[in-house]
């Protein structure tokens, strides 16, 4: 399989069995912007647990916030958005298209190979949009463009709530926007996309190791979700690419289909936010040490992930084609915790009516705690390759003999390996191969 074949795969089987859907399809779609199906809906709640669950719960300096879309239009200046957050766009003469000068092909439109070019625009990425009732400029703000502001205009608040002592960081997941001049690549690069943030505030000092902290979690914490390490990899940004005020800046870069690209970026941001904030605001937003009564700035390490494409990047990952018997399987071998689903009850015979009861009755005690379903639709060994497909973690068949001596066969996905369980000790069972 190449792997523009697997990029093709992916994209289809999202498609067919509802993790991926293009937005407002039954009127043609719109461009740069995706819907989850059933199965895309649970596996992206799993990856933002899992996100959550790592860099909050299971820390002892990381709390959670969860802010506003719309800001306060300053907010946009003193990032610097309003006047920096720009790509050059150029139109080419020959077919109209307007790509960004640095997408060009040695200097050819990729789109017709054309070369004589518009002079260059800064065409700015954030979405505007006008609150109350008047359309004028003083009614003008954005959606925003990245979710770390929000972090940054909260900061105080935060210090004063939690009483957090420095280091410390805050983390939000939530949506962004950006009128992205090409959109593409599937979920990749899109105009409404989640974005899944840390700022961690520190003593300068401490700003460089916490960075170096940072980068290897961050690394890590893809590796433990099954990421293929061969994918993977860490791209440290060279000076030119670096903002003025920033002192490194480390990508952690997938190897998607289409080439290595950004899933998360980790910068030594330094004090630049926090002083932007405080001086176009007017508030003080210094962190006062609490034993030396000194006042200064936090230095910042900012992980900055996108939900999207982490999502993609474990679908990519999970799929798998198998020769089983002559046939291919198609085996999505997502990690255990990002599986949508975990567990799929399946009556070998519907007809039996005891065989039926039983399968519900299993399935109605099991999903108080695993995401289940209950499937009679086709022969068992269509009904295995169905779930297989999506990456359900275990098929329980019930029949006949289950009705006598109260077991049932248990099949693992990876493995295809099969068991017989007491009924009475299934739950424990699947939690326990679930770890
Ligand atoms: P790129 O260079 O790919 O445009 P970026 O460096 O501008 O990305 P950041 O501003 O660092 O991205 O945003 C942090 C994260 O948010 C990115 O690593 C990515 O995972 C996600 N992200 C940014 N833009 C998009 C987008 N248009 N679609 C989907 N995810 C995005």
């Not at 494409?309 to 679908?315: G, N, Y």
């Amino acid at each position: 399989m190449t792997e523009s074949d697997l990029m093709d795969k992916v994209v289809a089987l999202c498609k067919r069995r509802g993790f991926i859907f293009q937005s407002s399809e039954i009127y043609g779609g719109l461009n740069g912007a995706w819907d989850y199906g059933p199965l895309g809906a649970e596996l992206k709640r799993n990856v933002k647990a899992a996100w959550w669950q790592s860099v909050v719960h299971h820390r002892d300096d990381v709390v959670g916030l969860d802010a506003a879309i719309l800001m306060h239009p300053k907010t946009w200046e003193a990032s610097g958005h309003t006047a920096n957050f720009v790509d050059i766009m150029v139109e080419c003469k020959k077919c109209n298209k307007r790509p960004r000068q640095d997408q060009l092909n040695n200097g050819k439109c990729p789109q017709c190979g054309g070369t004589d070019f518009s002079a260059p625009k800064a065409f700015n990425l954030m979405l505007k949009t006008n609150i109350g009732a008047m359309e004028d400029s003083s009614s003008i703000t954005y959606l925003r463009p990245e979710t770390a502001q929000g972090i940054f205009v909260n900061f105080a608040n935060i210090v004063d709530a939690t009483h957090r002592k420095l280091p410390f960081g805050v983390a939000q997941i939530g949506k962004s926007f950006r009128n992205e001049i090409t959109p593409g690549n599937f979920t990749f690069r899109t105009r409404e996309f989640e974005q899944m943030e840390i700022e961690y505030f520190c003593r300068p000092v401490e700003a460089d190791q916490w960075y170096k902290d940072w980068i290897q979690a961050r690394h890590q914490w893809y590796l433990q979700l099954g990421i293929n390490q061969d994918r993977l990899r860490l791209r440290e940004h060279g000076k030119d690419e670096l903002a003025h005020y920033a002192a490194g800046c480390t990508d952690v870069e997938f190897l998607f289909p289409f080439g290595w690209s950004e899933l998360e970026g980790i910068a030594n941001r330094g004090d630049y936010d926090l002083k932007q904030h405080a001086q176009l605001s007017g508030k003080d937003l210094q962190y006062q040490d609490p034993v030396t009564q000194e006042k200064f700035y936090p230095h910042v390490v900012e992980p900055s992930g996108g939900c999207d494409r982490a999502t993609l990047a474990f679908l990519v990952n999970a799929y798998h084609e198998e020769i089983v018997k002559d046939s291919t399987r198609v085996v999505m071998k997502f990690h255990p915790k990002l599986a949508p689903v975990k567990v799929a009850v399946l009556p070998l015979l519907k007809k039996n009516e005891g065989i039926v009861a039983l399968a519900k009755k299993i399935k109605s005690g099991l999903q108080k705690d695993l995401v289940c379903v209950y499937d009679d639709t086709a022969a068992i060994g269509k009904l295995y390759r169905r779930q297989d497909e999506v990456g359900t973690m275990f098929c329980v068949t019930v029949d006949v003999q289950s009705l006598e001596d109260n077991q049932v066969t248990v099949r693992h996905r990876d493995t295809m390996w099969q068991e017989r369980v007491g009924v009475e000790r299934l739950r424990e069972y699947l939690v326990n191969n679930l770890q």
